[in-house]
């Protein structure tokens, strides 16, 4: 039986073990960036569906486009999904890597680290408040509390904590006011799906390889992205959603899109996904 074609991953990953030429050798990395057509269709197809939805929202003369399940943020995909969109993202990777080559998992796992540390300083912590609260703050937002006593708000969570931090502000009985309140959804939703295209792609053009390890990732990619499409029409200006998006490409553009194909030494560290 003819074995499969290698991916373009698998084929650089092959190609690491002979003789780099001097452009690609890992002294003088090129610091050019490098998107193949498989990776602009996958990196186009989130702002366009932000376009959609928005358009959508503006001119359909439909209740829909102002008005339905998917506008209210406690429906059961936003609560039970989206609110912990990490988790289920991590939990489909981790079954997607049990087809792996033992060799291959660890370096896989790296790469997952690398894009959680980067979900984690945008949302979570950021030696100290995460990037979006930092944002936000810096463009001028505060906490305003609603009908909470401010002196038992101060006293139960901090001064410093209630002003820096948007959850503390939540949980004070406050709310965010006044800044740039980039969107933490679009950034979530573009940023898990762009990790999880560019690590099961290799594999899904290796042909008989695909197996049901593959169906729960794009089970959950096809949801993230109904979600975004619904970001794009309920919730967020233009500003908070693109900002948002471009807040979601950095860590794929760095590691994926330029990292893993133009410089020899990173890619010898984080390998390349495939099997």
């Known amino acids: 039986m003819a074995s499969p074609k290698p991916s ?6 092959l190609d690491d073990d002979v003789p780099q030429p001097p452009s690609l050798s890992p002294t003088s990395p090129s610091p050019s960036l490098v998107l ?13 569906t932000l376009i959609a939805g928005s358009a959508f929202s503006v001119f ?3 209740p829909a486009s102002t008005n339905s399940y998917f506008s209210q943020k406690r429906n059961i995909f936003n609560v039970f999904f ?40 945008v949302t979570q912590w950021f030696f100290g408040p995460p990037i979006m609260d930092r944002t936000f703050l810096v463009t001028g937002g505060t906490c305003q509390l609603i009908n909470t006593d401010p002196m038992l ?5 901090g001064t410093a904590q209630m002003v820096f931090t948007s959850a503390a502000c939540k949980v004070a009985g406050g709310k965010w ?8 959804h679009v950034f979530l939703l573009t940023h898990a799906s762009l990790f999880l295209w560019s690590e099961l792609l290799p ?11 593959s169906v729960g990732v794009l089970a959950l990619l096809g949801l993230w992205w109904w979600m975004l499409l619904m970001t794009g029409v309920y919730f967020h200006t233009w500003r908070e959603k693109i900002t948002g998006w471009i807040v979601a490409i950095v860590q794929w553009v760095v590691l994926y899109a330029w990292g893993l194909r133009s410089h020899p030494t990173i890619r010898s560290t984080f390998g390349a996904p495939g099997i």
Do not use: N, Q
Not at 153 to 157: D, G, L, R, S, T
Not at 177 to 184: K, V
Not at 203 to 213: D, T
């Open 8 to 13: 373009t991953y698998e084929t650089e990953k």
């Open 203 to 213: 594999i899904l053009s290796l042909s008989g390889v695909a197996g049901w390890e």
């Open 82 to 121: 989206v609110k912990y969109g990490w988790l289920w993202t991590t939990f489909v990777f981790l079954i997607h890597t049990s087809r792996l080559r033992s060799s291959s998992r660890p370096r896989a796992l790296l790469r997952y680290a690398v894009a959680t540390l980067w979900w984690i300083s």
């Open 36 to 48: 193949s057509p498989t990776d602009i269709l996958i990196a186009s197809i989130y702002p366009l």
């Open 177 to 184: 006011s006044g800044g740039h309140d980039l969107s933490g």
């Open 60 to 62: 359909s003369p439909s």
């Open 153 to 157: 708000a101060k006293k139960e969570m």
